[in-house]
């Protein structure tokens, strides 16, 4: 359980702005979608995807999340478009991970899912981190905007959950604190 806790405590986010090249390669992509592939998945349902946000569509990217912003903000000044277009630029690799979420199955309910897809994401970053690579989540309700729907074909049950950044850090934001693991349990 050791080498396992030590992988764990390695996990840590990097700051987008601070991830350049190199970023993964296809067969470091291959072992991350294979990790997310393990996670815990009560029915099977296999309650999400990745998309891969090549080079060629930054810019067209950057424009779906500036109008994002304006619809998630209507008043955003200038400063908000101008971080939400650099979000569409900031590292050498970039995905996002939508879930695809049922609420007709009564022995899967909904929160079951949702549970999948973050076991799906942890441990593509942990994937990612024993390859080398540092990462970036970026969500918030812009995400959930009609632009970034309709920009994607997002089904009625699929939510874009978050964008990945993925490269090499030039820098670290500081550590956060964890909390004491005493602190997480209680007995009934």
């Known amino acids: 359980m050791t080498a ?3 992988v764990l405590a390695r996990r840590r986010s990097a ?3 601070f991830l350049v090249a190199p970023g993964p390669d296809e067969a470091t992509l291959g072992q991350m979608l294979k990790a997310a592939s393990l996670a815990p998945d009560h029915g099977r349902l296999v309650p999400f995807r990745f998309i891969r946000i090549t080079e060629s569509s930054r810019a067209r990217l950057a424009d779906v999340f500036v109008e994002a912003t304006r619809q998630d903000m209507p008043d955003a000044p200038a400063s908000e ?4 277009r650099e979000k569409a630029t900031q590292g050498p690799c970039l995905l996002g991970l939508v879930a695809k979420i049922r ?3 009564p022995k ?9 897809v973050g076991c799906a994401l942890e441990n593509a970053l942990l994937a990612l981190g024993e390859a ?3 990462t970036a989540i970026r969500s918030g309700g812009y995400l959930e905007t009609p632009a970034v729907r309709a920009a994607f074909g997002l089904a009625d049950n699929e939510h874009f959950t978050c964008l ?3 490269g090499t850090a030039t820098d670290w934001p500081p550590a956060k604190p964890k909390p004491e693991a005493a602190s ?3 007995i009934w």
């Open 4 to 6: 396992l806790l030590d």
């Open 15 to 17: 700051s987008a702005k």
């Open 81 to 84: 478009l101008d971080k939400a």
């Open 103 to 105: 609420s007709d199955l």
């Open 108 to 116: 899967v309910p909904p929160s079951d899912q949702w549970l999948t």
């Open 132 to 134: 080398g690579y540092a």
């Open 164 to 166: 990945l950044a993925i």
């Open 184 to 186: 997480l349990m209680s």
